[in-house]
Structures are given as C-alpha cells and as structure tokens.
C-alpha cells in the first residue's frame, strides 16, 4: 500500500503563491505518473495537473500559465507550483498516484 502525504496549503490573498508536495511512501514512485485534483465546495473533483514517469506534463485550462508540476525522483515527491491564485482556486487539493489518493489539502484564495 502506497501512503501518500500532501503538504504546502494554507490561506493565501489573491494573486499569492503557494507550493503544494506529496511525498509517495514505497519503491514505485519512478513507474508511475501523479496527478493533482482538486475538489471546491458543492462541486465534483476535477483533474488539475499531471505528470508522467517520463516527465511529461499537461494541464487544466483554467490553471495553465498559473500552475507548475514537477517532480524529483530522488525524493519520491511531486509538487505543485501555483501562482497568482485566484479565489475560484479555492478547494481541497488531493495528490493521486498508483491508485491511491493522499488525504487532501485545503488551499484557500482569499482577501
């Protein structure tokens, strides 16, 4: 069982930073691609960004331009670089790897 620890959220004003990580317990971190959700309030959970085993990444509309996935293999991490958040930005964010979810982060975009 792969354990999943997310880190990095917060309240932040709009326009701000913050840098989401999630750190994947086991041996499988190179083999498989992790992606990031999010999930606001009265709403379904949805795709934000992903990367591959190979590096690869791609991303939501709505945050392309603003957000930056990365990972570092040496680490078996995977962080999300968000900028100039907006407060529809606002929602849990969840990492997702190998079939397994993290427990989730709340970021809140507010003044």
């Known amino acids: 069982q792969v354990q999943l620890v997310e880190s990095g959220g917060g309240l932040v004003q709009p326009g701000g930073s913050l840098r989401l990580s999630c750190a994947a317990s086991g041996s499988m971190f190179s083999a498989y691609g992790m992606d990031w959700y999010r999930q606001a309030p009265g709403k379904q959970r949805e795709l934000v960004a992903l990367?591959?085993?190979?590096?690869?990444?791609n991303y939501a509309d709505s945050v392309k331009g603003r957000f930056t996935i990365s990972k570092d293999d040496a680490k078996n991490t995977v962080y999300l670089q968000m900028s100039n958040l907006k407060p529809e930005d606002t929602a849990v964010y969840y990492c997702?790897?190998?079939?397994?979810w993290g427990q989730g982060i709340p970021v809140t975009v507010s003044s």
């Open positions: 997702y790897f190998a079939g397994n």
């Open positions: 990367i591959s085993r190979s590096g690869s990444t």
